[in-house]
């Protein structure tokens, strides 16, 4: 299993300011993936980045205000950036085992923005 | 676009109950199911992971079943116990790194 930490586990942020969450795994992979929980509701991918690329961000996510970085194989960060209340959710980035597509998932940003 | 649903969305059970979560998903082209758990505010633990070509997955009190065709997985929970109560989520992967998506979940709780 792929072990990931995630940092920090959770923040309580004034809005208008950014918060960037780290996400280190413990063996190299092509893809991190990051993902948003919203109160009470499933996980909603914002985007999945590649290392040496410009990260794919899904419909309804723009770079300007989850910019996301990539330097190498084990770490990534994800930046929320000039937050609003509706920005309050777990953050959680994850990767696939590539033998088998397995998901494994850090442990998680509580995010509150107040 | 792949579907997934999940019912009961919260159950609450007596502690050693045998209990059954369910999983739907509308498209049966998939290349795996996974279960995860999930404790309030937390991220996801991996529970079990059943490939398309199996029937079922089974780890210690756990045991995951797969019916790809009628598009169901159902989560068995043997002996049920307080520690188990936690969000319990299913998660389809139907091809490709990006394709994975997530029921809404089973909130479980176990009474002592």
């Known amino acids: 299993s792929a072990v990931i930490s995630q940092k920090p586990s959770r923040d309580i942020c004034q809005r208008g300011t950014s918060l960037t969450i780290q996400c280190q795994v413990d063996s190299q992979v092509t893809m991190m993936f990051w993902y948003r929980q919203q109160p009470g509701q499933s996980l909603t991918l914002i985007a999945t980045?590649?290392?040496?690329?410009?990260?794919?961000?899904e419909s309804g996510f723009v770079i300007d205000k989850f910019p996301i970085s990539r330097p190498n194989l084990t770490f990534s960060t994800l930046t929320v950036s000039n937050m609003s209340p509706e920005d309050s959710s777990i953050y959680l980035c994850?990767?696939?085992?590539?033998?088998?597509?397995?998901?494994?998932f850090g442990q998680g940003t509580r995010l509150t923005v107040v | 676009k792949q579907e997934v649903t999940q019912i009961p969305a919260a159950l609450s059970v007596p502690e050693g109950e045998n209990l059954v979560l369910n999983c739907s998903f509308t498209?049966?082209?998939?290349?795996?199911l996974q279960w995860f758990r999930q404790d309030p505010g937390k991220g996801l633990t991996s529970l079990l992971l059943i490939q398309s070509s199996q029937r079922e997955q089974t780890s210690g009190r756990l045991n995951a079943s797969l019916d790809k065709s009628s598009g169901r997985s159902t989560l068995y929970i043997a002996a049920s116990q307080p520690g188990d109560s936690a969000t319990y989520l299913c998660?389809?992967?139907?091809?490709?790194?990006?394709?994975?998506?997530f029921g809404t979940g089973t909130k479980l709780q176990v009474i002592p």
């Open positions: 994850s990767v696939l085992r590539q033998e088998n597509t397995e998901a494994f």
């Open positions: 998660a389809v992967n139907s091809g490709g790194y990006q394709k994975v998506t």
């Open positions: 498209d049966s082209a998939i290349y795996n």
């Open positions: 980045a590649n290392q040496g690329s410009e990260a794919t961000y």
